[in-house]
């Protein structure tokens, strides 16, 4: 066997002899018939979108002597076509649907080596692991879906003599066509666009970004050249990307004219893109969504929350909102977990509107917050003259509000033993009866519950039913805490954007001393918190960089406290944060200054205290 050279190579017949790769037993990693026909209908969508392209491939494949094979994500060959003598010959090897063809199977080979590198690869001849495929010249392209997850590989083979570098390049082209046409596909209710530097036209760069503005799929091109990982399409907004996104944003209309916009890059000011739309099948119309709330009277409160609205980047918070999804998907009961503030109400009604519920009514009754004698008429009703001051026409109650939809019950740890036990009736079998009345109604009502406490704890004390409690744990999604998430600046600049739209204010950005402050402060109160304070912090600041002495004075005690010695620690957090900035700038005080927001003979002042200003220029 020729030892391989080349970096990936190397590592692959490694792991091929680590796997302990066996020629004889090679040819048993073939489904049988039955299983791969059940196989392959999983992937039928898949199959679909691609059959095109793979059929246009027919005739070239024929003429050039060479075959095409689509292998998914475990390396299972899907389909193949191509030059029919030659898929006769390489049937003796096992080139057929159904057969795998990973690194694990038959060890080093285009299509399972570029699964495992996720990169184009050719494997020539000898460069085979197994000696049976030393006949070949194979090249593989990796093929990613809309959210950069991989889908499957591309594989071209031919006989080795008649290898090309080329057909390298050649792969990974057609691949990604392949992906393009897989995002344009799977863009219905989504906005489509294509962005382009200013200075190169080389590649094609797409996107999707669905009604709310998140961005929900980008091809190879765009994930290079946003720098996107998989974790962030889905959960970020395009407009905390670029600035001046709003023209292609809310455009009237399915069919776009190809006018590009020019895009600024939040992220590194010098990187401009020129955006233009190519088609918008979103459901609603293309209005901005403060003007559609002004078009149709409603208020923010109306206006639903989606998964998309959902901003964040700490892996526990995406793993929470990845249960929320996979849990909207049911009808399963569930109950959120997590500090007041942390957002369980927007994740109920997100959940509710991800699910086949989502046309029908959101209800959402406060637990703690109705006195004891209104809860049960507030969460059942009542018919006319049931008690004194009951409406003549009787009432319908949050339930019957509900049916068809999802009751949200906030606070469920605070609500009364005499009315769990009327919750845990209706639970067992759906119906309710209105106070008064004697007629009982089926329902059909998803149930979400929610608590800042520990439930279980409620349970240990005798406070809150056990029975109850495990009548709620459908599904349990616990939300972090704020202080405990490592994207807090993240949320902070996020908050601050709705801020400055709320302010009408052409820009706002927090000094290095208010990110550290950010950093540090333990915010109890979670976002609901921090929205509040940089709501307030905006309004009081007099130019568009927010300094920590905006802030809420009770914030500002409590993280002097925090240092223990409000002067003695407030001057080392000044001192450190002064530092970092002449640190990033490389010593240039004008820059230091411009990024601390204070003057540059202040800063001056500050360093002569410090006694080391000559050091710096």
């Not at 409000?566 to 002449?582: C, P, R, V, W």
Request: glycine share 6%; with cysteine; charged share 25%.
């Amino acid at each position: 066997m020729t030892r391989p050279t080349d970096t990936w190579l190397k590592k692959s017949w490694e792991r091929s002899q680590r796997y302990k790769v066996d020629p004889s037993a090679a040819k048993y990693a073939i489904l049988e018939d039955i299983e791969f026909k059940q196989y392959r209908k999983q992937k039928e969508m898949f199959l679909r979108e691609i059959n095109p392209t793979l059929e246009r491939l027919s005739s070239w494949l024929k003429a050039s002597h060479s075959i095409a094979a689509i292998s998914d994500n475990e390396g299972y060959i899907l389909e193949s076509i191509g030059d029919p003598m030659f898929l006769q010959d390489t049937e003796k090897i096992h080139v057929r649907k159904g057969a795998c063809w990973s690194e694990h199977a038959r060890g080093t080979n285009s299509a399972g080596t570029a699964i495992v590198e996720q990169k184009p690869i050719a494997v020539v001849g000898k460069e085979h692991y197994l000696e049976t495929n030393h006949m070949l010249y194979c090249t593989a392209s990796p093929i990613f879906d809309p959210a950069g997850n991989l889908l499957a590989a591309l594989n071209i083979s031919g006989y080795r003599d008649k290898y090309h570098p080329s057909l390298l390049e050649i792969v990974d082209a057609i691949a990604r066509e392949l992906e393009d046409w897989i995002l344009i596909q799977r863009s219905n209710k989504q906005l489509l666009l294509t962005l382009q530097s200013e200075h190169e036209n080389k590649h094609r760069a797409l996107i999707t970004v669905n009604a709310e503005g998140v961005l929900t799929g980008a091809n190879r091109e765009a994930q290079g050249l946003l720098q996107l990982s998989g974790e962030t399409i889905g959960h970020v907004e395009l407009s905390e990307l670029f600035s001046g996104v709003q023209p292609l944003l809310f455009q009237s209309g399915k069919i776009h004219t190809r006018t590009p916009v020019t895009l600024c890059s939040k992220i590194n000011e010098h990187n401009r893109l020129l955006g233009s739309v190519l088609f918008d099948t979103r459901p609603s119309f293309h209005t901005s969504p403060k003007k559609r709330r002004q078009n149709s009277g409603e208020t923010n409160r109306t206006v639903p929350c989606t998964f998309g609205n959902l901003y964040g980047t700490d892996n526990r918070f995406l793993n929470a909102i990845r249960l929320a999804k996979k849990a909207a998907a049911t009808d399963y009961t569930i109950l959120i977990t997590g500090e007041s503030g942390t957002g369980k109400d927007m994740v109920s009604q997100a959940i509710h509107e991800e699910s086949r519920r989502s046309g029908n009514p959101f209800v959402a009754i406060n637990c703690g917050a109705v006195t004891k004698s209104l809860l049960e008429s507030e969460l059942f009703g009542y018919e006319a003259g049931a008690f004194t001051g009951a409406r003549q026409s009787g009432q319908p109650g949050k339930f019957e509000l509900a049916h068809g939809g999802t009751l949200f019950l906030d606070e469920i740890a605070e609500m009364p033993p005499e009315m769990q036990v009327a919750l845990l009736r209706v639970l067992q079998n759906f119906t309710i009866t209105r106070i008064g009345g004697s007629k009982s109604v089926q329902l059909d009502v998803r149930i979400i519950a929610a608590t800042h406490t520990d439930l279980w704890g409620k349970v240990q004390d005798g406070s809150f039913r056990a029975d109850l409690f495990y009548r709620l744990q459908g599904i349990h999604i616990m939300l972090p805490p704020l202080r405990e998430r490592e994207d807090r600046l993240q949320i902070a600049r996020f908050l601050l954007r709705n801020v400055q739209e709320e302010l009408q204010k052409e820009s706002l950005s927090l000094s290095l001393a208010t990110e550290q402050l950010i950093e540090t402060y333990v915010w109890p109160g979670n976002i609901r918190q921090m929205f509040a304070a940089l709501r307030e912090a905006a309004f009081l600041a007099d130019s568009d960089v927010i300094e920590p002495a905006h802030f809420p004075s009770y914030i500002l005690s409590e993280y002097a406290a925090y240092y223990n010695t409000t002067d003695g620690l407030l001057k080392q957090s000044e001192n450190h944060i002064i530092m970092e900035a002449l640190k990033k700038t490389e010593g240039n005080i004008s820059q230091a200054a411009l990024a601390l927001g204070i003057g540059r003979s202040t800063l001056y002042r500050k360093l002569k205290k410090l006694a080391i200003s000559d050091d710096f220029t």
